[in-house]
């Protein structure tokens, strides 16, 4: 190993780092003792204060003034991508080794450069777990830090939550809740610390205490209300829940006074709830519009939770063809109608272009309700899975029994399960017809949403293939004489 003429055979280096949080600071004086040729058994790295001062007063140590200077022929440093975000992570964790088993890796780095991806490197290993367990620490930072209401002299509403972290987090957190609170003034205390927004400029301020926070206010008592009426006693896993909201933060939120009896009470409220629906049996609906009604007034699956409204089939309540789509789109929901979007639109052109009047056939869903994601202000859809379409079989059942058609095309997959109870492959089901329990023909092609999704060569191929069974449906209606 070459040795640098600034460097002293045998020296040790303390770092004194300026806060238990500052990767920028270690990052910078890791570099230098790199490009020194200074071995980790030689550097000792120093927090001010302890682990719990994180906004200490004062500067770092001075003593790392004779640290050695890199000379100018010195090699650049070699980091991965994949050491930098994980270093980054660890170094908020409370581990006080973690600075030097960093070091330690950045100098193993230099002579292997892959070695972030040897996952049985113990080093790895732990530098992944630290920032694992720090990336949780601010996850849970996120979702349990409660803003109460407090009052000022100026009138204007502030807001003050209490947080225990476990880890170094408090300040490379403030971002997110600047982001999500921009327009709200708030503090957040914690025992490492407090920060403080003010709408426009943040401030940092010393580690506060569980007192210095507010109680309860007056709208906690209506969120405990509404957290225990929709508390559901069929779908409590209380170890799924310990897992995710550790009884550490009960203390902290409103709702958690209500968790100790709503899980004892959870088995008797499921078993009546069993009672309750073995007693009140369904009576399937005689028309359509009770199909319509009942439908939306249906909350058999998670998706009629979601704040969107069943749409109800549109058509004749006999009716020769009956169309299935999977389920309705944002725009469906908007509107109350089914196929009216980008993909309604298609598939009317293609009906047209086929020789098949859509007002002469009643068009439904497989699902009566919009599953979706909320992706910033927009509403992307979600397919529904096997158990939610199972689930909306009824009401398609129903409708079925009333419209009876002769002929039934699903479009896509869940359409076709819908009509079946069982998955298909739509690619082997195409292009012949499945006979159903009660004679009618089953037809299944794509869904028009997934002509949507091609573009070039394969969109106008796929499309060929629609053309190709609506076709195939429109001669099977003439030939039968419906």
Same mark, same amino acid.
């Given at each position: 190993?070459?040795?640098?003429?600034?460097?002293?055979?045998?020296?040790?280096?303390?770092?004194?780092?300026?806060?238990?949080?500052?990767?920028?600071?270690?990052?910078?004086?890791?570099?230098?003792?790199?490009?020194?040729?200074?071995?980790?058994?030689?550097?000792?790295?120093?927090?001010?204060?302890?682990?719990?001062?994180?906004?200490?007063?004062?500067?770092?140590?001075?003593?790392?003034?004779?640290?050695?200077?890199?000379?100018?022929?010195?090699?650049?440093?070699?980091?991965?991508?994949?050491? @930098?975000?994980?270093?980054?992570?660890?170094?908020?964790?409370?581990?006080?080794?973690?600075?030097?088993?960093?070091?330690?890796?950045?100098?193993?780095?230099?002579?292997?450069?892959?070695?972030?991806?040897?996952?049985?490197?113990?080093?790895?290993?732990?530098?992944?777990?630290?920032?694992?367990?720090?990336?949780?620490?601010?996850?849970?930072?996120?979702?349990?830090?409660?803003?109460?209401?407090?009052?000022?002299?100026?009138?204007?509403?502030?807001?003050? +939550?209490?947080?225990?972290?476990?880890?170094?987090?408090?300040?490379?957190? +403030?971002?997110?809740?600047?982001?999500?609170?921009?327009?709200?003034?708030?503090?957040? @205390?914690?025992?490492?610390?407090?920060?403080?927004?003010?709408?426009?400029?943040?401030?940092?301020?010393?580690?506060?205490?569980?007192?210095?926070?507010?109680?309860?206010?007056?709208?906690?008592?209506?969120?405990?209300?509404?957290?225990?009426?929709?508390?559901?006693?069929?779908?409590?896993?209380?170890?799924?829940?310990?897992?995710?909201?550790?009884?550490?933060?009960?203390?902290?939120?409103?709702?958690?006074?209500?968790?100790?009896?709503?899980?004892?009470?959870?088995?008797?409220?499921?078993?009546?709830?069993?009672?309750?629906?073995?007693?009140?049996?369904?009576?399937?609906?005689?028309?359509?519009?009770?199909?319509?009604?009942?439908?939306?007034?249906?909350?058999?699956?998670?998706? +009629?939770?979601?704040?969107?409204?069943?749409?109800?089939?549109?058509?004749?309540?006999?009716?020769?063809?009956?169309?299935?789509?999977?389920?309705p789109g944002d725009q469906e929901d908007l509107a109350g109608r089914v196929f009216?979007?980008?993909?309604?639109?298609?598939?009317?052109?293609?009906?047209?272009?086929?020789?098949?009047?859509?007002?002469?056939?009643?068009?439904?869903?497989?699902?009566?309700?919009?599953?979706?994601?909320?992706?910033?202000?927009?509403?992307?859809?979600?397919?529904?899975?096997?158990?939610?379409?199972?689930?909306?079989?009824?009401?398609?059942?129903?409708?079925?029994?009333?419209?009876?058609?002769?002929?039934?095309?699903?479009?896509?997959?869940?359409?076709?399960?819908?009509?079946?109870?069982?998955?298909?492959?739509?690619?082997?089901?195409?292009?012949?017809?499945?006979?159903?329990?009660?004679?009618?023909?089953?037809?299944?092609?794509?869904?028009?949403?997934?002509?949507?999704?091609?573009?070039?060569?394969?969109?106008?191929?796929?499309?060929?293939?629609?053309?190709?069974?609506? +076709?195939?449906?429109?001669?099977?209606?003439?030939?039968?004489?419906v």
């Amino acid at each position: 190993m070459r040795v640098m003429q600034n460097v002293s055979l045998g020296a040790h280096y303390a770092v004194r780092l300026p806060a238990p949080d500052d990767f920028a600071f270690w990052r910078e004086r890791a570099r230098g003792l790199i490009q020194c040729d200074v071995p980790p058994d030689r550097v000792s790295w120093i927090e001010p204060g302890g682990t719990g001062d994180l906004f200490a007063a004062e500067g770092p140590s001075r003593s790392d003034k004779r640290l050695p200077a890199p000379p100018a022929d010195a090699p650049p440093v070699r980091a991965s991508k994949a050491f @930098l975000t994980a270093a980054r992570r660890a170094a908020l964790h409370t581990d006080p080794a973690r600075f030097g088993l960093l070091y330690e890796v950045l100098w193993q780095l230099q002579r292997n450069p892959r070695l972030m991806e040897d996952k049985a490197n113990i080093q790895v290993r732990r530098i992944e777990e630290l920032a694992k367990s720090v990336r949780r620490d601010a996850h849970k930072m996120h979702a349990f830090v409660r803003f109460r209401e407090v009052a000022v002299e100026d009138g204007t509403p502030h807001f003050v +939550a209490w947080f225990e972290p476990d880890h170094h987090i408090v300040r490379t957190e +403030a971002a997110f809740f600047m982001r999500r609170f921009a327009n709200m003034r708030w503090s957040i @205390l914690t025992p490492r610390g407090t920060i403080h927004w003010d709408g426009q400029v943040m401030h940092e301020g010393p580690p506060a205490r569980r007192e210095d926070a507010p109680g309860d206010d007056p709208v906690e008592d209506l969120w405990r209300s509404y957290y225990a009426s929709i508390f559901n006693p069929a779908r409590l896993k209380v170890g799924a829940m310990l897992s995710e909201m550790p009884k550490k933060y009960w203390k902290n939120l409103p709702e958690a006074a209500l968790i100790p009896q709503l899980i004892a009470g959870a088995q008797a409220r499921e078993a009546a709830m069993v009672a309750a629906g073995e007693r009140e049996e369904r009576v399937r609906p005689a028309t359509l519009a009770q199909v319509a009604q009942g439908a939306a007034a249906c909350r058999d699956c998670a998706i +009629a939770d979601c704040g969107t409204r069943a749409v109800a089939g549109e058509g004749p309540s006999q009716a020769a063809l009956m169309i299935v789509g999977e389920q309705p789109g944002d725009q469906e929901d908007l509107a109350g109608r089914v196929f009216v979007g980008p993909a309604g639109q298609l598939l009317d052109q293609h009906l047209t272009r086929a020789g098949i009047d859509r007002s002469a056939a009643y068009v439904t869903n497989a699902v009566k309700h919009f599953k979706f994601v909320w992706k910033g202000k927009h509403r992307l859809h979600q397919s529904p899975v096997a158990k939610e379409i199972d689930t909306c079989r009824w009401w398609l059942e129903a409708e079925r029994a009333i419209v009876q058609p002769r002929i039934v095309l699903a479009l896509g997959a869940s359409a076709a399960r819908g009509m079946l109870g069982r998955t298909v492959s739509v690619s082997k089901a195409r292009g012949a017809p499945i006979m159903l329990d009660d004679g009618a023909e089953l037809w299944v092609t794509v869904h028009p949403s997934y002509l949507l999704r091609l573009d070039g060569e394969a969109q106008a191929q796929q499309a060929a293939l629609f053309a190709a069974d609506l +076709a195939a449906v429109q001669a099977r209606v003439a030939q039968i004489g419906v």
